[in-house]
């Protein structure tokens, strides 16, 4: 920069009409800077307005203007700036810096501040957690400006009289719908409060009243939602048909479906008995009906949401969401046929067309083409692959073009049934014929499909044996070339495609656990992947416990920089695998520690007690079993850990089926009772802890034979798990199914790969 514009020149010129050609050429400066298309250097900016700032008289009229003017020019620039947080963000600065320095500031920059923010939340385009607060926040600071006046021009030739502007209530809206959409219901309140407070504030509507609603059902506070309601009531708010729109999802995102149905029964010709005449009632509209159908979805109930489709058929309440909804519900009951018929009858003609930001490209897309690719991907998940191609192949004759999401699903599947040549061919396709850049999300399902261990033992019929881990091992050696291929063609790793590999190369025999350390040290030296990575590290771990090397498990924790349960759990599995147990409850008990110095600390699960407990009880030996009691009042007491299905059945299956004394003792009894008082409080299917609760019952008064134990093998639940020998372990994500995952699991960054289980190669241990 120039010295003459250095902040550190002369802050004022002695001679006449020094300091405003100063400020003149300052302010050329500053204008030039902000028309350009180029981009801006906000520090640099930033010292040219601290030097007019230092040069200027504040007393002299013509000086303050140019100062003025240049602030104008930054803020109207920064504040068109609507798709990026750090322009904003200065110019924020610069509107606080300008009310310090000069004084109050022109209304509409305000509004303008406020709008652009708006703009910022809306959107949220992958901002962070804290650069969506410091937005909301400071949305919340201008508008308290704007309420009490202070710091605001109110009149028009810029003079402050603090007087009081009616506001627009578009105003409130945008940042109470600010802070709802980051769950700070607390400030939220504060929005709402202020309203109240400012006599020139418009009053409470329905609008926020559906914000408040809309918030306390994201946070499945089913409470605070009937509170707002109640709140309104005395208000004397009459609900509009947004209102009821968004205390119905509200009660669906709170599990309370019933609720939400009878609410929407209120909105149609079904209204209850005993309720307010229906003419008092808006009307439902086909955002309503969508909503309710949803809740049938989520709840599971087929019946109830064919039922309700069959209405909006006659009422000709229809759209691309109710193709989707019912198409995704059809496939998930695996009723193809269903989802077939709904599409060809329910099929749009006309495509839409959006921009996207991130690829300044307007791109054309079909409302139903989330329907076409759920269909394709659930016939292609059942192994249906040619009628997968059907459907793929009839969506284009309807003039659906298949999305990113619509190949991914058939390049999964085929690199799953082991077609990797077809599988390459439609990548080739993918871009050629539908112009469709592939991505991460491609790749990682081409992965996973290759690297399904399970595929490779079942499709060419062989044992566990080495033949079936030799072709597992060329598997292997294919996804390392196609990685190389992947990044040939700059498409970057993320930390599901490095979890995927890494995984597998730990599970290759003879182990490959080197060569995993030295692709994460690769990936991290290239800026794809950090090393500290918490769910490549974790998958690290595992790797590591697989070939018995505890130090380079170990290795691989400590690298994490804030372990979570998941990486803690990894690594007290490693421990137990390579016979260390006591190393695994020195760990959990220098945790405990933590907690009760006040430092930091990891906040175990019912994964964390299953692991160390079912290691102890492989044991056998009454320390041992000592041991595990004693863990599993700690799980009950200390940490108020709630048991699952999985830790009961790895407890009661060893006490059962052990050939020794285990089982037989004094404190196995005390132990075996309190785990089946607490399976009573769990979820059963019908039947199967009353068998757990005689066989334990026959064992402890001595009646156990030899046809009762053969009875109890039989068990469905224990043969799915695979619990009928001490020797073959249990799941580590204990409990029924998928669903009694732990709750601490991390939120996939690949979500469509999650929604198609494809973030797993073995389903008995999550990848992260």
């Known amino acids: 920069m120039d010295a003459s514009l250095s902040p550190t020149a002369s802050s004022a010129s002695t001679s006449a009409g020094g300091g405003i050609k100063d400020l003149q050429i300052v302010n050329k400066e500053i204008r030039k800077r902000m028309a350009s298309h180029s981009k801006i250097h906000w520090q640099e900016t930033r010292q040219l307005m601290n ?39 200065f110019g924020l600065q610069m509107m606080d810096l300008q009310v310090s320095s000069l004084g109050p500031i022109p209304r509409p920059l305000a509004l303008q501040a406020l709008k652009s923010l708006n703009v910022l939340m809306r959107k949220n385009n992958d901002e962070t957690e804290k650069d969506s607060r410091l937005q909301a926040n400071a949305a919340f600071r201008i508008l308290q400006r704007l309420c009490t006046g202070i710091g605001i021009q109110q009149r028009s030739d810029g003079g402050n009289t603090n007087g009081k502007v009616a506001l627009d209530e578009r105003d409130f809206s945008m940042v109470l719908n600010g802070f709802v959409n980051i769950g700070d219901m607390k400030m939220a309140r504060r929005v709402v409060g202020l309203q109240l407070r400012t006599e020139h504030a418009p009053p409470l509507s329905p609008v926020v009243y559906s914000i408040l609603i809309k918030g306390y059902g994201r946070l499945r506070d089913i409470k605070s939602v009937d509170l707002v309601l109640i709140r309104a009531k005395v208000n004397k708010i009459d609900p509009d048909i947004i209102m009821y729109n968004s205390l119905i ?42 909503i309710m159908l949803k809740g049938f979805v989520k709840d599971e109930d087929m019946d109830k949401a064919l039922l309700l489709s069959k209405e909006m058929d006659a009422a000709e309440l229809w759209d691309a969401v109710t193709t989707n909804t019912l198409v995704g519900v059809a496939v998930a009951t695996k009723n193809f046929d269903m989802a077939e018929s709904i599409l060809k009858k329910y099929t749009v003609g006309v495509e839409t067309k959006s921009y996207d930001s991130s690829t300044r490209r307007s ?72 112009g469709i850049t592939t991505s991460v999300v491609t790749y990682n399902a081409f992965f996973t499909g290759m690297l ?48 995927l590999l890494v995984d597998a190369l730990g599970n290759c025999k003879p182990s490959r656990v080197e060569e995993a350390k030295s692709l994460i040290a690769k990936m991290d030296m290239n800026g794809f992947v950090a090393s500290d990575n918490a769910r490549v590290a974790t998958t690290l771990i595992r790797a590591c416990a697989h070939s018995s090397d ?46 009760e110095k006040g430092s930091s600390y990891i906040l175990p699960d019912v994964v964390t007690y299953t692991i160390l407990i079912s290691s102890l009880l492989k044991v056998g030996t009454e320390e041992a ?19 699952d299905t999985g830790i009961v059945d790895a407890i ?65 639940l224990f043969k799915k798990k695979n619990w009928n020998t001490i020797e073959s372990g249990f799941p580590l994500w204990g409990g029924l199914g998928p669903k009694a995952q732990s709750s601490n699991s991390r939120e996939s960054p690949d979500k469509f790969l999650e929604s198609k289980d494809w973030n797993d190669i073995d389903s008995s241990f999550r990848i992260i």
């Not at 609410?263 to 009307?283: H, M, N, V, Y």
């Not at 130090?551 to 690594?571: H, K, Q, S, T």
């Open 51 to 89: 030097h007019m700032l230092n040069t200027a008289d504040h007393a002299n009229t013509d000086e303050i203007k140019l100062v003025h003017d240049a602030f104008t020019q930054i803020t109207t620039r920064t504040f068109s700036h609507r798709s990026s947080w750090h322009p904003v963000e």
């Open 249 to 290: 999802d509200a009660y669906i995102n709170c599990d309370d479906v019933s609720k939400a149905y009878s609410t929407f029964k209120i909105l149609t010709k079904a209204a209850p008995d005993g309720a307010e005449q229906r003419s008092s009632f808006p009307t439902a509209n086909l955002r309503t009906y969508n």
């Open 363 to 434: 791109t054309r897309w079909h409302p139903n083409v989330e329907a076409y690719t759920e269909l394709v991907g659930g016939y292609a998940k059942s192994g249906r692959l040619a009628k997968a191609m059907e459907i793929f192949k009839a969506m284009k004759h309807q003039g659906v073009n298949p999305n990113e999401y619509t190949y991914t699903s058939i390049i999964g599947a085929l690199a799953k049934a082991n077609k990797i040549d077809q599988a390459k061919k439609m990548l080739s396709f993918m871009t050629e014929s539908d």
């Open 452 to 499: 399904d261990k399970d595929k490779d033992i079942s499709r060419n019929h062989l044992k566990p044996s080495q033949e079936a881990q030799d072709v597992y091992n060329k598997a292997v050696d294919d996804a390392l070339e196609l990685f190389d291929t992947m990044l040939n063609k700059r498409i970057h790793p993320n930390e599901i495609t490095l979890s």
């Open 550 to 595: 505890l130090e380079g498990a170990l290795a691989a924790y400590c690298v994490i920089g804030r372990p979570d349960v998941i990486a803690f759990n990894a690594l007290l599995n490693a421990f137990c695998e390579g016979r260390r147990i006591r190393m695994a409850i020195k760990a959990l008990n220098a945790n405990l520690k933590k907690k």
């Open 625 to 643: 079993s000592k041991a595990a009691y004693k863990l599993y009042k700690e799980m009950r007491n200390e940490w108020q850990i709630i048991p």
């Open 652 to 716: 009661l299956t060893p006490m059962v089926k052990n050939g020794r004394s285990l089982g037989m003792r004094d404190h196995d009894l005390v132990f075996t009772r309190q785990v089946l008082r607490d399976a009573k409080q769990l979820e059963w299917p019908d039947g199967y802890l009353q068998r757990r609760e005689r066989t334990v019952d026959l064992l402890f008064k001595g009646r156990m034979n030899k046809s009762s134990a053969e009875h109890e093998v039989q068990d469905p």
